[in-house]
């Protein structure tokens, strides 16, 4: 870091200490605040004790630090409006208004969105009532995909294989209201694989970034619950040029230019879980920031000026990124029993050992030692001129690292590597 702007990101997961080891290459960047951060990221940023939500204080901050950019993480702190707050205090953030967020934080508009602007995606109906859906469920074949209409934390989606599974799901979303009150979505069930496209966007203008597949389930061979993703590679053999042009023509740019039309523009990270089946690639959902964990896998991979690339966006001008060749693969350590409950103050050792890049997830340090802090901890990234030799470079990090309240998965990249 030379150059003299100041940055925030706002953030404390892999994603935010991704971005920030991206920035931290940027010739233009000088000095990295991160609010709140990890103890990964405190050796690359200074970590500041603001909450993600903490709207008001966040502002306050970049006012007294001048800050010059603020990059923003997660999806809660975009649904809390962090992004109409720094613009109307005449401050250069990074990511869509609260109203253009809505295309995840709600299920129904982004559906909505698609059938309206005929973008391809699974057909689909919302309930706020349990009978109702229940009756509608019970009418239908099965899998039967379930998702609540709101922000989950990436837990919120059920793929029933039963009609117990599916009343299960209905119930805990609509009458036991896990993730709150609210509606869900009963969309037809795609099949075939699934992958990540994310996009930078500002307004109709779409940069295309490098393709992902992330797995979310817990444990091998795809088997355990739903998880906010256990390990991510770059690029993608099975996504060829053909299917990278649809996605970009019929998808992300259709999808960009819909939210012009409906007076939300979207400024930020335009995310498409995409899933190619037979009748080409379709939307599984939208994200309106980065993804977790692809953005540890993706963001390495970019040799051009990240900072650029936001500036870019912000004022609506065109930029060209570009992008190693290399296979990079991560790993997610977390901790015994994610996505359920778990232990918290494990002590970690045996990172700085690790030959490949390792981002935080969930860490924080107290008295000099390391110690785990959430359900996903580390991410551990290899990176090789195939992705055979990136997965040998992360499974040796992996068994690098030493703590017994630790787990992952070691068939990270099966799908293609088999």
Same mark, same amino acid.
């Given at each position: 870091?030379?150059?003299?702007?100041?940055?925030?990101?706002?953030?404390?997961?892999?994603?935010?200490?991704?971005?920030?080891?991206?920035?931290?290459?940027?010739?233009?960047?000088?000095?990295?605040?991160?609010?709140? +951060?990890?103890?990964?990221?405190?050796?690359?940023?200074?970590?500041?004790?603001?909450?993600?939500?903490?709207?008001?204080?966040?502002?306050?901050?970049?006012?007294?630090?001048?800050?010059?950019?603020?990059?923003?993480?997660?999806?809660?702190?975009?649904?809390?409006?962090?992004?109409?707050?720094?613009?109307?205090?005449?401050?250069?953030?990074?990511?869509?208004?609260?109203?253009?967020?809505?295309?995840?934080?709600? /299920?129904?508009?982004?559906?909505?969105?698609?059938?309206?602007?005929?973008?391809?995606?699974?057909?689909?109906?919302?309930?706020? *009532?349990?009978?109702?859906?229940?009756?509608?469920?019970?009418?239908?074949?099965?899998?039967?995909?379930?998702?609540?209409?709101?922000?989950?934390?990436?837990?919120?989606? #059920?793929?029933?294989?039963?009609?117990? *599974?599916?009343?299960?799901?209905?119930?805990?979303?609509?009458?036991?209201?896990?993730?709150?009150?609210?509606?869900?979505?009963?969309?037809?069930?795609?099949?075939?694989?699934?992958?990540?496209?994310?996009?930078?966007?500002?307004?109709?203008?779409?940069?295309?970034?490098?393709?992902?597949?992330?797995?979310?389930?817990?444990?091998?061979?795809?088997?355990?619950?739903?998880? +906010?993703?256990?390990?991510?590679?770059?690029? #993608?053999?099975?996504?060829? $040029?053909?299917?990278?042009?649809?996605?970009?023509?019929?998808?992300?740019?259709? %999808?960009?230019?819909?939210?012009?039309?409906?007076?939300?523009?979207?400024?930020?990270?335009?995310?498409?879980?995409?899933?190619?089946?037979?009748?080409?690639?379709?939307?599984?959902?939208?994200?309106?920031?980065?993804?977790?964990?692809? %953005?540890?896998?993706?963001?390495?991979?970019?040799?051009?000026?990240?900072?650029?690339?936001?500036?870019?966006?912000?004022?609506? #001008?065109?930029?060209?990124?570009?992008?190693?060749?290399?296979?990079?693969?991560?790993?997610?350590?977390?901790?015994?029993?994610?996505?359920?409950?778990? /232990?918290?103050?494990?002590?970690?050792?045996?990172?700085?050992?690790?030959?490949?890049?390792?981002?935080?997830?969930?860490?924080?340090?107290?008295?000099?030692?390391?110690?785990?802090?959430?359900?996903?901890?580390?991410?551990?990234?290899?990176?090789?001129? %195939?992705?055979?030799?990136? $997965?040998?470079?992360?499974? $040796?990090?992996?068994?690098?690292?030493?703590?017994?309240?630790?787990?992952?998965?070691?068939?990270?990249?099966?799908? #293609?590597?088999?």
């Amino acid at each position: 870091m030379n150059g003299n702007k100041r940055v925030l990101v706002i953030g404390s997961g892999g994603r935010c200490h991704a971005i920030v080891d991206a920035l931290s290459r940027s010739p233009q960047v000088g000095k990295i605040y991160c609010a709140p +951060g990890n103890a990964g990221i405190a050796e690359q940023a200074e970590c500041v004790a603001i909450g993600v939500e903490s709207v008001d204080e966040l502002v306050n901050f970049a006012k007294q630090e001048n800050i010059d950019l603020t990059v923003v993480g997660p999806e809660a702190a975009l649904a809390a409006g962090v992004v109409n707050a720094f613009k109307e205090n005449g401050l250069r953030a990074f990511g869509p208004t609260k109203e253009a967020a809505q295309i995840e934080s709600s /299920k129904e508009f982004a559906k909505r969105l698609m059938a309206k602007y005929a973008i391809p995606t699974a057909g689909y109906e919302a309930f706020s *009532d349990y009978e109702q859906a229940w009756a509608y469920v019970k009418a239908r074949p099965l899998p039967a995909v379930i998702k609540y209409d709101g922000l989950a934390a990436g837990k919120g989606v #059920v793929v029933a294989e039963s009609y117990e *599974d599916a009343d299960a799901a209905l119930k805990d979303m609509l009458l036991d209201a896990s993730f709150g009150g609210g509606r869900v979505v009963v969309e037809d069930f795609l099949d075939g694989p699934e992958f990540s496209f994310m996009c930078v966007v500002s307004g109709e203008k779409v940069y295309p970034l490098a393709m992902a597949q992330d797995h979310k389930r817990a444990y091998d061979g795809d088997k355990g619950p739903n998880t +906010g993703g256990m390990g991510a590679y770059s690029p #993608v053999p099975f996504v060829t $040029k053909e299917v990278e042009e649809f996605a970009l023509e019929k998808i992300m740019r259709p %999808t960009a230019k819909a939210m012009v039309s409906e007076g939300v523009p979207f400024v930020g990270v335009l995310y498409g879980g995409l899933i190619l089946t037979a009748e080409g690639p379709k939307v599984i959902e939208f994200n309106a920031r980065f993804g977790d964990p692809e %953005t540890e896998v993706v963001l390495p991979r970019l040799t051009s000026d990240i900072c650029a690339l936001f500036e870019a966006a912000i004022d609506g #001008v065109d930029c060209t990124t570009e992008w190693s060749d290399e296979a990079l693969l991560g790993v997610v350590m977390a901790s015994n029993g994610y996505p359920g409950s778990y /232990k918290k103050g494990a002590v970690i050792e045996g990172v700085d050992g690790v030959e490949s890049k390792v981002y935080h997830m969930g860490t924080t340090r107290k008295e000099g030692k390391l110690l785990t802090a959430g359900g996903r901890v580390l991410m551990v990234v290899g990176r090789g001129a %195939t992705l055979a030799e990136a $997965k040998a470079m992360a499974e $040796k990090g992996c068994a690098t690292i030493e703590c017994e309240e630790l787990f992952y998965r070691k068939d990270i990249g099966h799908k #293609v590597l088999n």
